[in-house]
């Protein structure tokens, strides 16, 4: 049973247009969520992360929007750039329930920037 | 400073032997924590040590087992490799820090293993 869903294998987008990342989770006891961005042959790089008593971060030209009554979040990354072609995870961890480090990943998204 | 080293990057093994995989985590860093990456099923958690001692382990069979050293230097062990376990290995750590501030894991490059 999957609890953190990320049901877009794969993601072509425009260079300087939007890039939308979904992600939903089942588990009410998450708390706390990441996104990770990983480049083949490297370990995943934190992006940007997110705790459920706010529903939106921002950090340059990331932004992660949460929607706890949905059990959703998604990362917008504009402008996108042929730089952010990447496979990118959604993560989440019960923080408060002390399991904030065994993070449950998604399968992962395969983003392309088209130049 | 030196990130999550992981050795060895690379390794072919055949079915029922075993494996043992090194991690080093970055300095001050004393959690560290193991992920499996298969295509299409992302990272799934295999256990975490703090301190030398296991505080989480994740859903997978008793031939996975790790340890952690006083230096904070890990190591998973896999035996009797079925060819199921040809994945990325991968390897995170991260500051223990107060309760209430969130950490971010670290994660090495990982280690590929190929079981024939």
């Known amino acids: 049973d999957q609890q953190v869903k990320q049901n877009s294998p794969s993601l072509s987008v425009q260079e300087g247009r939007i890039s939308i990342l979904n992600c939903d989770y089942t588990n009410s006891m998450f708390d706390y969520f990441l996104w990770y961005k990983k480049y083949p042959a490297e370990g995943p790089t934190f992006l940007i992360s997110i705790s459920s008593i706010k529903d939106k971060n921002e950090d340059g030209r990331f932004t992660v929007f949460l929607n706890k009554s949905a059990k959703h979040l998604s990362l917008h990354i504009v402008p996108s750039q042929p730089g952010d072609s990447a496979v990118y995870f959604c993560a989440a961890g019960g923080f408060s329930s002390g399991s904030a480090r065994q993070l449950t990943f998604g399968s992962g998204t395969q983003l392309t920037v088209l130049p | 400073k030196a990130g999550v080293t992981q050795t060895p990057r690379y390794l072919i093994k055949t079915r029922g032997q075993q494996v043992t995989l090194s991690c080093s985590p970055i300095?001050?860093?004393?959690?560290v924590s193991w992920y499996q990456q298969t295509p299409g099923q992302g990272l799934q958690f295999l256990f975490e040590?703090?301190?030398?001692?296991?505080?989480n382990k994740g859903n997978f069979p008793g031939r996975f087992s790790g340890r952690q050293f006083s230096n904070s230097r890990s190591e998973m062990n896999v035996s009797t490799l079925e060819l199921g376990d040809s994945a990325l290995y991968l390897c995170?750590?991260?500051?223990?820090?107060?309760?209430?501030?969130?950490?971010?894991?670290?994660f090495g490059a990982g280690s590929r293993l190929t079981v024939l």
């Open positions: 300095s001050g860093h004393r959690s």
């Open positions: 040590y703090f301190s030398e001692t296991q505080r």
């Open positions: 995170a750590s991260s500051l223990v820090l107060a309760t209430g501030y969130p950490n971010v894991l670290t």
